[in-house]
């Protein structure tokens, strides 16, 4: 797959479609939509014999399936869900309506982001215990006296088969009504064709050895799965909140209105986010985040649900519901993500159509045909035939892919990255050059006012509050630091109201204060307007020479006030900046600002490729020169400034998205706080993610091939293939779990 797949011409991206999602279409729309949450369907298995089940069922458009999350989303034109359910459960599902577009009363109480553990019960291990000893006693007896067929044999592995293998037998039983070719009808088509051949005991150690394999690698990708959500066991169960009558009460987090007042004592888990109203101190926004440092919280700072209050007691104003949260809102883009196919996931699934039928065909080839032209006994080749039929079990090869993707995923959301898909995940280890915005990227975005010149007659002070009441309409970083500065002057006080305001990007903002028109924005904008006449040009190019952003107030015919701002270098910047380069990724800045404070942060930084004087739109010129000197290109911006250069993007990173609904939604890749060091993290933990995957591929399809050929020459039993095929599913699943170790 080409680095801009998925990507228009402009880099924009475009709908995926693959064999789990249909993509809306004019014939979609308007359509109903069901979602099912379905305990026992985590496996491709269950998925094709849903997808066999309905594919021919009028009414339904397009079945989307998240195995990792148990949900199947239906989307129908059906009178009602009923059909669906009668469906689901004639499979030997036992599926829960989540929600249902036809009735909202039918959506369960169930949190989204609540999943169900795998608990299997002491008395179904138990089961399996009592299988394990009697298909080991049908072995050894088998061993000891020579005779598989015997009573006692055949009792003991009917025994075993009973105890241990029922549920795989009945799952193959509907997979045989529905025409359906999967694992549990592979399974028990060889532990019958097994025990018709007399080989009993085999029968018994096969299907025993599956059932203890089938539970091992279930309570391993629930491990996988239910990774992310240890993030919403964070969130307490309850808050103390302040009643009408001034009473402090403890109820429980989802009963809190919005613009509730909450009281947090030391020590505690915030329950809900909010903003600080009354108290100083430090929280451990660490699951949010990803800091390792506390951050100090004073009133109107921003509280995150889920995060550890340090040393102070505060109270703060909720200002969203408890499944509104910004936890709660990671934690569903992680789990919608998962559910989504990456690249190689979907090539695997391609792989896997082919390959069972492609060794059913080769072992009703070797049961039937090969003992008929080579004059050769049936019993010996229609045993090799059974070998092959386990060896078809396509598990270990197509859960490698999507138990990778998830746990990665899911440390990624741990360490406060955000990735909005598999795709994005696997493509990080391609991008061969960055650009970086300079402002509140590569810089804190906290600019200062330095230095003031007044360029016409008559006192500062009315030419500053001008200047400041301009600003106050823009949420541009230097807008911010003048008024900042106009608020701490001793003339600091109310702002003058601005009508007919208008922002032009990239260059300032217009108002009429008073009855008269105003200008505030930078030379470009003077020189557009004629304004820029030899004075003010020396004075601009005096202060940007030592690095500063020059801003002028002007009238319609002459400037006033000139300010020049500086920015600091974020601490984490240089050095992060080091260790995308070191992974041979070539770093580029892109700033509206002036060549001189430009050049000036790339040198601290220590990037040599620095462009200044860019308009929105050259910045996403600069994107598409980049994509063609170097292929993939990633942008980094705050999501919301840098809206068509982040969208143009082959993957687009939003810095300091926590608290931001508009970067959550716009990034392909969310980092939660400011430290750039998440991006070389990111790009480590793609190219690892490609590691595992193609380990684990290479060893599904290497033990397959391997067993493959012990089969056609008569050199393996039934209990190895089995052994073999679930040991390999094991091994994928416990690398793949590697993942969810630390990222750095």
């Not at 204060?513 to 307007?529: A, H, K, L, P």
């Not at 820029?532 to 319609?556: M, Q």
């Not at 404070?597 to 990037?607: D, E, L, R, V, Y």
Request: aromatic share 6%.
């Amino acid at each position: 797959m080409d680095c801009c797949d998925g990507k228009n011409e402009c880099g924009t991206a475009l709908p995926t479609v693959d064999s789990a999602t249909t993509v809306d279409s004019p014939t979609t729309a308007g359509c109903e939509e069901a979602v099912f949450l379905i305990q026992k369907m985590d496996c491709p298995t269950e998925e094709k014999l849903i997808r066999d089940r309905f594919k021919t069922m009028v009414g339904i458009e397009s079945l989307h399936f998240n195995l990792m999350q148990r949900e199947l989303t239906v989307r129908h034109r059906l009178r009602s869900t009923h059909e669906l359910l009668t469906g689901l459960i004639g499979l030997g599902l036992d599926p829960v309506l989540k929600n249902d577009s036809l009735d909202g009363s039918a959506a369960t109480a169930q949190p989204v982001t609540d999943v169900t553990a795998v608990r299997i019960p002491v008395s179904k291990w138990l089961l399996i215990g009592f299988s394990g000893l009697a298909a080991i006693g049908a072995e050894t007896l088998a061993w000891t006296s020579g005779a598989d067929a015997s009573w006692p044999v055949v009792t003991l592995a009917l025994l075993a088969i009973a105890l241990g293998g029922l549920d795989t037998l009945r799952k193959g039983w509907i997979a045989l009504r529905h025409f359906s070719l999967n694992m549990n009808f592979l399974m028990s088509l060889a532990v019958i064709g097994a025990a018709a051949i007399g080989q009993w005991p085999e029968a018994a150690v096969v299907i025993f050895l599956f059932a203890v394999a089938e539970m091992i690698e279930a309570l391993s990708l629930d491990r996988a799965r239910n990774a992310i959500r240890q993030l919403m066991a964070m969130t307490p169960d309850t808050a103390t909140v302040q009643g009408m009558d001034g009473t402090w009460n403890e109820i429980p987090a989802f009963q809190v209105m919005t613009s509730a007042l909450v009281r947090v004592q030391p020590g505690q888990r915030i329950a809900l986010d909010g903003v600080v109203s009354r108290g100083q101190t430090t929280i451990n926004q660490a699951p949010i985040t990803g800091e390792s440092m506390p951050v100090a919280k004073r009133p109107g700072d921003v509280v995150f649900a889920g995060t550890v209050n340090g040393h102070g007691e505060i109270e703060y104003r909720v200002s969203a519901p408890q499944g509104d949260s910004m936890l709660a809102r990671i934690v569903r883009s992680v789990q919608q993500a998962q559910g989504d196919r990456a690249p190689t996931q979907r090539f695997v699934d391609e792989f896997a159509r082919f390959y069972i039928p492609a060794v059913m065909a080769l072992a009703l080839l070797v049961a039937l045909i090969v003992p008929f032209m080579l004059n050769a006994p049936y019993q010996p080749w229609f045993y090799r035939a059974l070998v092959l039929l386990v060896i078809a079990c396509p598990c270990a090869l197509v859960i490698s892919t999507p138990v990778t993707i998830v746990s990665a995923l899911a440390a990624a959301a741990r360490h406060g990255i955000l990735i909005k898909g598999g795709a994005y995940l696997e493509e990080g280890r391609k991008l061969n050059a960055i650009a970086l915005d300079k402002t509140g990227t590569i810089t804190c975005g906290q600019p200062s006012v330095t230095d003031l010149r007044q360029l016409s007659d008559g006192d500062e002070a009315p030419l500053l509050r001008l200047a400041a009441s301009l600003a106050t309409r823009s949420d541009h970083p230097v807008s911010a630091a003048v008024v900042k500065y106009w608020a701490g002057t001793a003339q600091g006080g109310d702002v003058h109201d601005v009508t007919d305001f208008i922002a032009l990007p990239g260059r300032g903002v217009i108002g009429t204060i008073e009855g008269q028109s105003y200008c505030f924005g930078n030379y470009r904008m003077m020189q557009e307007r004629g304004l820029c006449d030899d004075a003010l040009t020396a004075a601009l190019e005096e202060y940007e020479r030592c690095g500063k952003s020059v801003v002028v107030l002007s009238s319609v015919t002459a400037p006033l006030l000139l300010l020049a701002v500086a920015d600091t270098l974020r601490a984490s910047s240089a050095a992060a900046i080091a260790s995308i380069r070191a992974l041979g990724v070539h770093v580029a800045m892109l700033s509206g600002d002036n060549a001189h404070a430009a050049n000036a942060i790339g040198q601290q930084a220590g990037i040599a490729d620095v462009r200044a004087n860019l308009l929105p739109e050259d910045k996403l010129a600069a994107i598409r020169e980049l994509r063609g000197q170097y292929g993939c290109v990633g942008m980094v911006g705050d999501g919301i400034n840098d809206a068509p250069a982040l969208a143009s993007a082959d993957i687009g990173f939003a810095m300091g998205a926590a608290g931001s609904d508009t970067a959550l939604e716009t990034a392909d890749v969310a980092l939660m706080d400011d430290d750039l060091h998440k991006l070389p993290a990111f790009l480590r933990l793609s190219a690892r993610t490609r590691t595992v995957l193609l380990q684990n591929i290479a060893l599904a399809l290497s033990i397959k091939a391997l067993f493959l050929l012990l089969a056609l020459t008569g050199q393996a039993t039934l209990w190895m293939a089995v052994f073999a095929d679930m040991g390999a599913s094991l091994l994928v699943v416990f690398n793949a779990l590697r993942m969810l170790r630390t990222i750095n």
